[in-house]
């Protein structure tokens, strides 16, 4: 049977390595296919034992290993001329700070990428072949267990975000504007954020919400269960994102465990956001203050609307963005 060997960016407490590398190869190894062994860059790699394993008609799958030490490229290169694996790169946002000399030796050395949204598409197109894209999917079972069943009438709802607030700032910060103008038009709502580390700039870019601003510093991440539950108190889930190449990048990775929970979404028109959500249907979308004022303040004064939105968001997750769906993808890639 053949091996798929997975470098991870971490361990499962970092979302993308949770879902493109663990959960993805824990299904294919489920589906009888394939052996699945997991290796985080974070630890130590036993590189003279691997390049006596691996053998031609094994799979390497790069999970973003983009800021591994330099030994580990040094294998690459050695395993690409001694056993020739099949080698995917695996991309699922492409930051500022990646060191570009890295990110070309691993096109390079790649026989195959997978990449998670259209605009990484778009740049992987222009230096290589064999680009597929697949989001970042969730085991939706897992979520919808702790589907939202109640769309509540009475105010103050919850407007949620989940995430790593300190690295995203930014994005936050488009938020500031939006919130006081729900304040000063009297609409009552409560801002529920997670992942906020206990980080001094967050706790002071809200502070004039005062004991409306709920946050958890962090979860147990790797904890499905506990994160969907947690999810599934949001009245309205959020993705503020600012029109940037980083940001474009990304996969829509929070609406999309919004949306597994039911709970109904408004995104900034950015990036993969504008491939995931049908603006009116399954979520709606946004790009100035005054869309995002109208569209929270819709959504707070109709929980019908909040609940059909919620409904179509969960189909679309089971239709494109669960783990059953992509499957296939990921078998016929590995091929």
């Not at 569209?295 to 909040?306: D, I, S, T, V, Y």
Request: with cysteine; hydrophobic share 45%.
């Amino acid at each position: 049977m053949r091996t798929i060997y997975f470098f991870t960016k971490g361990d499962r407490t970092v979302a993308s390595s949770r879902y493109r590398a663990y959960g993805v190869g824990e299904a294919l190894q489920a589906s009888g296919n394939f052996l699945c062994q997991f290796f985080s860059i974070k630890n130590p790699i036993p590189y003279t034992r691997l390049i006596m394993s691996i053998r031609a008609t094994d799979v390497v799958l790069l999970q973003r290993p983009t800021f591994a030490p330099k030994l580990f490229f040094l294998f690459l290169a050695i395993l690409k001329i001694t056993r020739r694996p099949l080698i995917i790169f695996d991309l699922d946002d492409y930051q500022p700070q990646y060191s570009r000399r890295r990110v070309k030796f691993l096109i390079k050395l790649s026989d195959k990428a997978i990449v998670g949204s259209a605009y990484l598409a778009e740049y992987m197109i222009r230096r290589m072949q064999n680009v597929e894209i697949i989001p970042t999917v969730v085991p939706f079972d897992q979520y919808h267990a702790y589907t939202k069943k109640e769309y509540r009438v009475h105010p103050p709802l919850t407007i949620g975000w989940i995430g790593d607030a300190p690295a995203h700032r930014e994005n936050l910060q488009l938020l500031d504007p939006i919130f006081r103008r729900l304040q000063r038009e009297g609409t009552l709502f409560q801002f529920m954020l997670i992942g906020s580390k206990n980080d001094a700039a967050i706790t002071q870019m809200f502070s004039f919400l005062g004991d409306k601003y709920i946050h958890i510093p962090s979860l147990p991440w790797d904890d499905i269960a506990t994160t969907a539950m947690h999810i599934s108190n949001f009245d309205i889930g959020i993705m503020p994102l600012k029109d940037n190449p980083w940001n474009r990048s990304k996969c829509s990775f929070k609406a999309i465990e919004c949306m597994a929970c039911g709970v109904p979404v408004v995104v900034s028109a950015v990036g993969e956001n504008i491939q995931l959500v049908r603006h009116n249907k399954n979520g709606m979308l946004a790009s100035t203050d005054e869309e995002w004022v109208l569209a929270l303040q819709q959504l707070m004064a109709n929980p019908a609307l909040r609940e059909h939105m919620g409904k179509e968001g969960a189909k679309t997750v089971v239709q494109n963005y669960s783990l059953q769906s992509v499957l296939q993808k990921y078998l016929k890639i590995l091929i």
